[in-house]
């Protein structure tokens, strides 16, 4: 059997442990050849591909990024996009696809698997942790702890100056890296996408920081709106998957607050940061394991499957069940951290 690998859509660390891992047990325990496409859906898309074998995946796994490289196409979009990949897989001899990636690469595999027939088996990839049906995701715990380390940092510089300091993380639809993050760094205010807020509580918990003769942290995902308001956007353009380019909303919430408190504010916004660099310790091992899982269901013909943890197992699930909601973060474990708040 040949079978295709590609990892779409944003990048994040641990992508190189799941190549390393298909391809290391794959050749190994059953002897598959591996053809890699390069950039997502487009190297199906236009039989971009580079050779997968033991010596292209040598001293990868602590390397961040992905040797594949990885965009946001959307073969869907592209007119003729499935017969396309169907040919081109044809031509090249593969038999079976593994796709690594967030909702929306997961999203176009469960589409060919149910309604193509492509053999596709996924792996959830995504810093933003916001996939069903999965408890983590790899790449997720690098960028709470990116997060954590820069929030530990402005610190002391806040209260160098006793300036507040707004730190703008990742998180469009979901909070889970603001939420652990700001947890974990002592941040006096967070901020959900989950959860509109405030601007006047938001105020008062810093009036209240300074009062105790502190300077306060407000850590802000991305996507999080205020109750009169919009979410704040980069520009109006739209990816191939239809979303937006948010940033922006720690930069507004600096000026509000020295508005209406008197109290000097600046912004961190983290950006890709977070993306970047080497994974942690668990985003290797989570990583190297949902690999070996992905393989063993390729070997079981266990087609339009997501390989997925489930406490400290993992497990299989449907590709639709991954794909059908976001995974957001449940008020009550929002109110939870609260008393930390001010």
């Not at 073969?75 to 690594?100: Q, W």
Request: proline fraction near 4%; include cysteine; charged fraction near 25%.
């Amino acid at each position: 059997m040949r079978v295709g690998v590609l990892t779409g859509g944003g990048d994040c660390p641990g992508l190189n442990a799941v190549i390393r891992a298909v391809v290391r047990k794959g050749v190994q325990e059953y002897g598959y050849e591996f053809t890699g496409f390069r950039d997502g859906w487009r190297g199906p898309l236009e039989a971009d591909t580079v050779t997968l074998d033991i010596p292209a995946v040598r001293g990868i796994l602590p390397r961040g990024g992905t040797i594949l490289g990885s965009s946001r196409t959307n073969p869907l979009k592209v007119e003729g996009g499935i017969k396309r990949i169907k040919e081109n897989m044809a031509k090249l001899e593969v038999d079976s696809l593994i796709a690594i990636g967030g909702e929306d690469t997961l999203g176009v595999a469960q589409r060919l698997a149910d309604e193509y027939g492509i053999k596709v088996i996924g792996v959830p990839k995504t810093i933003d942790n916001d996939l069903s049906a999965t408890d983590y995701t790899f790449g997720f715990d690098t960028a709470v702890n990116i997060a954590t380390e820069a929030i530990d940092r402005l610190h002391t510089t806040a209260e160098s100056h006793m300036r507040v300091l707004v730190v703008e993380v990742m998180g469009r639809h979901a909070g889970w890296i603001a939420l652990h993050s700001g947890l974990a760094g002592g941040a006096n205010v967070i901020l959900i996408p989950e959860q509109r807020f405030d601007v006047e509580k938001v105020c008062g918990w810093v009036t209240s920081r300074f009062k105790a003769s502190y300077a306060p942290i407000v850590c802000v995902a991305e996507g999080a709106m205020p109750k009169d308001g919009e979410m704040v956007l980069k520009d109006e353009s739209l990816d191939a998957f239809g979303h937006v380019r948010l940033s922006g909303v720690g930069e507004w919430l600096a000026k509000e607050i020295e508005r209406r408190t008197g109290k000097e504010a600046r912004t961190t916004v983290l950006g890709h940061v977070q993306r970047g660099g080497t994974p942690s310790a668990y985003d290797r091992w989570l990583a190297s394991r949902f690999g070996l899982h992905a393989i063993e269901a390729v070997h079981d013909e266990d087609w339009g499957k997501m390989v997925a943890l489930q406490g400290t197992d993992v497990v299989r699930v449907p590709l639709s069940a991954a794909t059908a909601r976001i995974k957001t973060v449940d008020p009550k474990l929002y109110e939870e951290v609260g008393v930390f708040f001010g």
